[in-house]
Nanobody
């Protein structure tokens, strides 16, 4: 059974940092694009960042310069380092893996940034 399990969310003050992790199990994701999405209350889910197998990264404009995505294929894990957090970063963050037939999603982890 394929699973993606996120960790690292929580409550932080504006200007603070958090590091999210997403560990995959059930199959290797070393050949897949991995990424993070987020969904704030009343808003659509949006791409935050993704990373290819070769390490090429892509970021939403709203997080460029503040967030860094990375991956460890040996651990089947993708990370999201978040700095200079803002209240508007508050959302449920979801790990995502782009599959060839179907995509995979984690259960989500809450990030709350207080002002």
């Amino acid at each position: 059974q394929v699973q993606l399990v996120e960790s690292g969310g929580g409550l932080v003050q504006a200007g603070g940092s958090l590091r999210l992790s997403c560990a995959g199990s059930g199959r290797s994701f070393s050949m897949n694009v991995m990424g993070w999405y987020r969904q704030a209350p009343g808003k659509q889910r949006e791409l935050v960042a993704d990373i290819t197998t070769g390490g090429r990264t892509n970021y939403a404009d709203s997080v460029k310069g503040r967030f860094t995505i990375s991956r460890d294929n040996a651990k089947n894990t993708v990370y999201l380092q978040m700095h200079s957090l803002k209240p508007e970063d508050t959302a449920v963050y979801y790990c995502h893996v782009r599959g060839y037939i179907t995509d995979y999603w984690g259960q989500g982890t809450q990030v709350t940034v207080s002002s």
